[in-house]
């Protein structure tokens, strides 16, 4: 469709309207970015995948974007304590190395006083 301007311009109007599509794998059906299109293409939803931190899956069955990274809250706790005690375990660990090393730095002050008396005596 088109028609001319005061200056004798043609201006062309478009009946095509353009949605934009959000893809996903067809195999993982992961998240493979937007496409804007006139109709809707194969591995396509209008749904936004939109607000994730990680890469979004699609769920067919519910036609909604999901975080395939969140587990249950069960599964969760269970990370999260796993975590827990490995930092634990970890500040054990650091904690005797601070005391060790200040252990021989205070040996070290002691050993040089001790020179320092024998020294001005």
């Not at 493979?32 to 396509?44: E, F, M, Q």
């Not at 994730?52 to 969760?76: C, G, R, Y």
């Not at 500040?91 to 601070?98: E, F, P």
Request: hydrophobic share 35%; glycine share 4%.
């Amino acid at each position: 469709m088109s028609k001319e301007n005061s200056t004798g311009e043609e201006i062309v109007y478009s009946d095509v309207i353009m949605t934009e599509y959000f893809m996903y794998d067809p195999t993982t059906l992961l998240f493979t970015g937007n496409k804007l299109a006139a109709s809707r293409p194969d591995n396509a939803t209008e749904v936004p995948a939109t607000g994730f931190f990680n890469t979004p899956k699609w769920d067919s069955d519910n036609q909604k974007w999901f975080d395939p990274s969140i587990t249950s809250s069960d599964e969760q706790v269970a990370n999260l304590a796993r975590q827990l005690a490995t930092s634990q375990l970890s500040q054990v660990k650091i904690n005797a190395q601070l005391i060790r090393q200040n252990a021989a730095l205070v040996k070290q002050v002691n050993d040089l006083q001790v020179a320092k008396e024998a020294t001005n005596g």
